[in-house]
C-alpha cells in the first residue's frame, strides 16, 4: 500500500472532556444517513486513504472515519491520549504520519515515550534513538481513531489516528507494509491498542 497515498489529508489535533452527554458529541461525527454514504463510497475506494472519501463526499476525515462499520473504525475520547500514546510506544515499529499545508511527511521507527513538560501543555517526546521526536499539544486533540481498513491487495491499512477538533487529521501511527503485507508483529501489536481502546471512553460510536 502506498503510504503517501494513504496520508492524503490525514491531518489535525484536540484535547477536551469526555463526551458524557449528545450534547457533547462533536459536530464532525457521522450522521446515520452520512454513516451509508461513507460505507458505499469507500466501497468504490478501497485501499485510499480517507481524506480521499472524505474529499468526494465534501465531509471531514473524522466524519468518514465516524461513519465506517464496528471493527473497521474506533473511536475514542481525547482525554485518553496519555494510555493511547503509551500502547503506541509498545509497537516494535511505526510509519509516523504529518500532514500540514500541503506537505506530507512519513517517519519509520518507533513511537517514542513521552511526558508532559513544566508547562502541562506540551507532552514531550524522548528525542533518544530514531524515529520520530518532538512535541504534542494533547489540548488540540478532538479525538484518536483506532483504523483496520480493508485494501485490494494482501495488507490491511492499520493505525491510530490523531484529529483536531474540526475532525481534520493531524497525524498517525500506522503499521508498516513491507512487500505488500503489514508486519505481522506490529499488526499483532495494533491488535492489543486496539484492545485497549474499546475500553475507553467512545467518540462518536
Request: some cysteine.
Amino acid at each position: 500500500m502506498n503510504y503517501c497515498c494513504f496520508i492524503a489529508g490525514l491531518v489535525g489535533v484536540c484535547l477536551v472532556p469526555l463526551w458524557a452527554a449528545s450534547a457533547n458529541v462533536p459536530s464532525f461525527c457521522a450522521s446515520p444517513d452520512q454513516a451509508t454514504r461513507v460505507r458505499q463510497e469507500y466501497l468504490g475506494l478501497l485501499g485510499q486513504a480517507p481524506s480521499v472519501v472524505a474529499a468526494g463526499l465534501g465531509v471531514t476525515e473524522g466524519t468518514v472515519l465516524s461513519g465506517l462499520p464496528d471493527g473497521q473504525s474506533l473511536g475514542v475520547a481525547p482525554v485518553e491520549f496519555e494510555k493511547v500514546w503509551a500502547s503506541l510506544s509498545e509497537w516494535d515499529n511505526a510509519i509516523t504520519l504529518i500532514k500540514r499545508d500541503g506537505h506530507e511527511f512519513e517517519i519509520v521507527g518507533p513511537v517514542h515515550t513521552g511526558r508532559y513538560g513544566r508547562d502541562k501543555q506540551r507532552f514531550d517526546l524522548n528525542p533518544v534513538g530514531w524515529g520520530a521526536a518532538g512535541h504534542i499539544m494533547p489540548s488540540n486533540i478532538g479525538a484518536i481513531f483506532a483504523v483496520s481498513l480493508p485494501t485490494r491487495g494482501d495488507a490491511k491499512a492499520q493505525g491510530v489516528l490523531f484529529l483536531n477538533n474540526a475532525g481534520e487529521m493531524s497525524f498517525a501511527a500506522m503499521v508498516p507494509v513491507v512487500s505488500g503485507r503489514s508486519s505481522q508483529t506490529v499488526s499483532k501489536q495494533f491488535g492489543d491498542t486496539w484492545q485497549a481502546m474499546r475500553t475507553m471512553p467512545r467518540v462518536c460510536n
